[in-house]
């Protein structure tokens, strides 16, 4: 799931998974507060990477497997 903390600006991806027909996923500017971020998650057999491709201002991302 995809989850968002507003209290303490995070971004959290628990267990992402991408569908069989789709190896990347670009998501461009995603807000939370003040933060903006570049991520793309990239599928490698059956995990998926998540890369921090851009971050403006303090907000983190968070990754579960």
């Not at 570049?38 to 303090?58: F, M, S």
């Amino acid at each position: 799931g995809l989850n968002f903390d507003h209290r303490t600006t995070e971004i959290r991806f628990d267990r992402p998974r991408l569908p069989e027909f789709v190896e990347e996923v670009l998501i461009r500017s995603l807000q939370i507060g003040d933060s903006r971020m570049d991520i793309l998650l990239r599928k490698h057999h059956t995990d998926v990477a998540l890369n921090v491709l851009n971050r403006e201002g303090a907000g983190q991302v968070k990754i579960t497997m």
